[in-house]
């Protein structure tokens, strides 16, 4: 049986890249997005080409019942569930201060940054439970984090707090499905070439410059989809609520 995998946030950046690794892996892919699928046409034809058959789901990873939805509308295209890929992320509509955040924008951002991992997880785990296992685990759960879980940005301090949320929704997670041969990890992204990173792209380029980052180069979104699927394969059976960073040694500490 051909193996599925959900990428939620998979039509553009970090999400495509993985969309199209896992599909080159072999897998169906089920693909969740905000856009109208005609603005996503591009990449999807891309996808198309490589692996005959996907499915587009319009969904806002926010909304309970669009969650609800995923899940559903995967069930019934591909019989099936094996790997979720909790990509979807956002960033503040406006960066401010620590003391200026507004409490909108905080709900903005867990809302979709970090309540929808917990729950969309929880109804995929559930899924995945109530079918065959197939190859050497019943499933795999993976959460794109941020280095941000660790490091601070005062002036978007809701970001950083979704994604410190991730981080113990990893290990929560891990946890309690490890007995049912369900792993669960993390990848933490650094500076990657990505629509939203695209604003701030000359302080990042001068970061570049003055040697902060020891490979000296922006993470591209092909970089974070190899660890997506390394953790997506059956190679790692013995791991579970680790992360790996994907951010050219940014987290390394130097005197």
């Avoid at 109530?130 to 499933?139: A, D, E, N, S, Y």
């Avoid at 005062?154 to 499905?177: P, Q």
């Amino acid at each position: 049986m051909k193996k599925t995998a959900i990428v939620t946030g998979g039509s553009r950046g970090i999400g495509f890249a993985v969309s199209l690794r896992l599909a080159k892996d072999g897998f169906n892919v089920a693909v969740a997005g905000t856009r109208a699928q005609s603005d996503c046409a591009k990449n999807l034809d891309e996808l198309a080409a490589v692996c005959g058959d996907y499915l587009y789901i319009r969904a806002d990873v926010s909304v309970s019942g669009d969650r609800r939805r995923i899940i559903d509308e995967t069930l019934n295209k591909f019989g099936g569930l094996h790997v979720l890929v909790n990509n979807a992320g956002v960033a503040p509509k406006m960066r401010a201060d620590l003391l200026e955040m507004s409490e909108e924008s905080y709900d903005y951002v867990m809302n979709t940054n970090t309540k929808s991992v917990m729950f969309l997880t929880q109804l995929a785990a559930k899924a995945m439970l109530g079918l065959p296992v197939t190859g050497k685990k019943r499933g795999t759960v993976i959460n794109i984090g941020s280095c941000s879980a660790g490091v601070s940005s005062i002036n978007r301090g809701e970001y950083c707090v979704s994604k410190a949320g991730i981080a113990m929704l990893t290990m929560l997670y891990a946890d309690r499905l490890a007995k049912e041969g369900i792993f669960v990890h993390e990848i933490r992204p650094g500076v990657i070439e990505t629509d939203m990173t695209a604003a701030v792209s000359e302080k990042y380029n001068r970061l570049i410059r003055e040697g902060v980052f020891p490979i000296a180069r922006w993470g591209r979104p092909e970089d974070v989809a190899e660890a997506v699927s390394v953790f997506a394969g059956d190679s790692f059976l013995y791991t579970t609520g680790n992360y790996v960073d994907v951010d050219g040694g940014f987290h390394i500490r130097r005197l």
